[in-house]
C-alpha cells in the first residue's frame, strides 16, 4: 500500500509567506518547483534515506540536499563532530589546525590535489579557480560545455545548466557582455569542435572547465575519448584543465570522476560532500598553480568564514566516514537497483524513457532519445516528467524538482526504499498516460 503524501496545507501557508519575504519563497531557484508547478514541501527535519515536512508527510530523499548527504541525513558521526566543534567556537577568522587536517584529506584522496584552498560554496570555488587559472597563465579565454552548471559565476552564466536551465535562462540578464567576452562555449561530448576551439583560440585559452559527469543537464556521461582529447590539448595549449567535482567529487568514486576515468585535470573545484551539508567549497590542484593565491602569490582570492571550524569539523568527519566504510560498491549497487526498477516501470507503462547513470547519481530522462549532451537532453517531454514528479512526490517520493538534476542515491537507502520507489513509479508512469 502506498502512502498519500498529497497534503501541503502548511506548506502552502509558508510558501505564500515566504514568497512575499524572498524571491520566490526560496534562497535557491532550484527550489521552487518553477518548472514541476505546485508548492514545495517545506522540510522539518531529515533522518537518515528520509524527510519529514511540515504537513506530516515522510518522503524517501532522492535529493541528498543536492548531493551532500552521502550517508544520508544525521549521521552520527558528522552530528558529534559538529557538536563537539560547536563546544569551542564557530568561526575565529584566525587559522585553526581543523582546516589542515581536511586538507590533508581532501589532499590524500583527490589525485590532481596537492594543494588547497577552502572556501565556503561551489560557486566560490569555480570563480576563484577560473581567477587562479587565468593569473597563472596570464590569458583571458575560458572554454565551458553547454548545459553544465558551475555556480552563479559571471563568466560562466553562459549557457548555464540546473536551475538556469530549468528556469528558462542559461545566459543570466545582469550579466554584462564583457563579463563573459572570453567565454567560449561548446557542445559537451563534441571532440570535433574541441579541436577547432583550440585551432583557432588554443593560445589564448587560460582554462577549460567541465562537470566530469554531468549533473546540470541531468546526468550525462563523457565518452572516453573526449576526456582524454580534453587533457591532451590542455597539456599541449598550456591551458589549465579544470574539472568541477562540487557533484561528483567524493560521489561517484573517493577521488571523484578523475579517478574513475584515470583522467588527472590540473585544478579541480569540490563542494556538496565536503561539507557534509555544512558551507563548504574548495578549490585545489598543481602546487605551482596553487602558488599563485594570495598571499603566497597575486591571484587575490579570500573570506570572512573561508575554513571555520564547524565546517571543518563536518568535512573531516565525511571524508574519515568515506575512508572508513567505503560506500561504493553499495551505492553501485543499490544505484543499478533503482535504475533498473525505474526502467521496467517505464516499460511497464509503455513510456520512452533514457537513464543516464554513474553510480549514484542518475537521471531519468523522458525522451526515446539516447542523451549524450543539452540538445539531446532538451528532447526530454519536460510536461510529462512534471506530472511523473509529482505522482512520486505524493506518494512518498522526492525527486528533484527538474528534468535536468541528477537524482542521489545514499548509503543508507535500503532495498525496502527501492522497491517502495518503484512501485511509486509504476502508479506514477500509469499517471502520465492519463
Ligand atoms: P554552490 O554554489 O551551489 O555550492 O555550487 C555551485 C555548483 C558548482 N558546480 C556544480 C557541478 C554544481 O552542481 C553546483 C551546484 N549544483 C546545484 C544543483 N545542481 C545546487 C542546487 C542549487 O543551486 O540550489
Redesign the pocket.
Request: proline share 0%.
Given at each position: 500500500m502506498l502512502p498519500d503524501t498529497s497534503k501541503r496545507t502548511r506548506s502552502e501557508f509558508l510558501f505564500e509567506r515566504a514568497s512575499r519575504l524572498i524571491p520566490g519563497g526560496v534562497n535557491?531557484p532550484?527550489?521552487a518547483f518553477g518548472a514541476v508547478g505546485g508548492t514545495p514541501p517545506f522540510m522539518k527535519r531529515g533522518e537518515g534515506a528520509y524527510l519529514f515536512d511540515v504537513d506530516g508527510n515522510r518522503f524517501i530523499d532522492y535529493v541528498g540536499s543536492?548531493g551532500p548527504h552521502l550517508f544520508g541525513h544525521r549521521h552520527p558521526a558528522i552530528l558529534q563532530a559538529i557538536e563537539q566543534a560547536l563546544i569551542i567556537g564557530t568561526s575565529f577568522g584566525a587559522p585553526t589546525e581543523a582546516e589542515a587536517e581536511l586538507a590533508q584529506l581532501v589532499i590524500d584522496m583527490v589525485p590532481s590535489v596537492e594543494m588547497v584552498r577552502m572556501v565556503n560554496?561551489?560557486?566560490e570555488a569555480?570563480m576563484s579557480a577560473i581567477r587562479v587559472a587565468r593569473g597563472f597563465t596570464g590569458r583571458n579565454g575560458v572554454v565551458k560545455f553547454a548545459g553544465c552548471?558551475?555556480?552563479h559565476v559571471d563568466s560562466l552564466l553562459v549557457a548555464a545548466g540546473?536551475?538556469a536551465l530549468t528556469l528558462g535562462c542559461p545566459s543570466s540578464p545582469g550579466v554584462p557582455p564583457g563579463a563573459t567576452a572570453d567565454t567560449v562555449v561548446l557542445p559537451y561530448n563534441d571532440c570535433e569542435s574541441l579541436e577547432v576551439a583550440f585551432q583557432e583560440n588554443g593560445d589564448q585559452l587560460a582554462a577549460v572547465i567541465l562537470?566530469p559527469v554531468v549533473?546540470?543537464m541531468g546526468c550525462v556521461i563523457p565518452t572516453p575519448e573526449f576526456l582524454s582529447l580534453l587533457r591532451r590539448l590542455c597539456t599541449q595549449h598550456g591551458t589549465v584543465l579544470i574539472f568541477?567535482e562540487?557533484?561528483t567529487g567524493f560521489r561517484v568514486a573517493a577521488g571523484g570522476a578523475q579517478q574513475l576515468f584515470g583522467i588527472t585535470p590540473d585544478m579541480t573545484t569540490l563542494?556538496k560532500i565536503i561539507g557534509a551539508g555544512m558551507p563548504v567549497?574548495a578549490y585545489g590542484g598543481r602546487a605551482d598553480i596553487m602558488n599563485c593565491v594570495s598571499p603566497v602569490g597575486k591571484v587575490y582570492q579570500a573570506g570572512t568564514l573561508a575554513g571555520n571550524p564547524v565546517a571543518m569539523a563536518a568535512g573531516i568527519a565525511m571524508l574519515n566516514l568515506i575512508r572508513e566504510r567505503n560506500p561504493y560498491p553499495r551505492l553501485e549497487q543499490i544505484g543499478e537497483k533503482l535504475a533498473v526498477g525505474f526502467q521496467s516501470a517505464a516499460s511497464a507503462a509503455g513510456v520512452d524513457v533514457r537513464i543516464n547513470r554513474v553510480g549514484s547519481m542518475l537521471t531519468v530522462f523522458l525522451t526515446s532519445q539516447t542523451v549524450t549532451n543539452l540538445a539531446s537532453a532538451t528532447t526530454s517531454d519536460t510536461a510529462r516528467f512534471a506530472r511523473w514528479f509529482h505522482g512520486l512526490l505524493n506518494r512518498g517520493v522526492y525527486l528533484p524538482c527538474s528534468q535536468f538534476?541528477a537524482l542521489f542515491v545514499s548509503a543508507v537507502h535500503t532495498d525496502a526504499d527501492i522497491d517502495q520507489t518503484i512501485a511509486a513509479a509504476i502508479a506514477s508512469f500509469s499517471d502520465c498516460n492519463n
Open positions: 535557491s532550484a527550489r543536492w560554496s561551489g560557486t569555480t552548471y558551475h555556480g540546473s536551475g562537470e549533473g546540470n568541477d562540487v557533484m563542494g567549497g538534476e
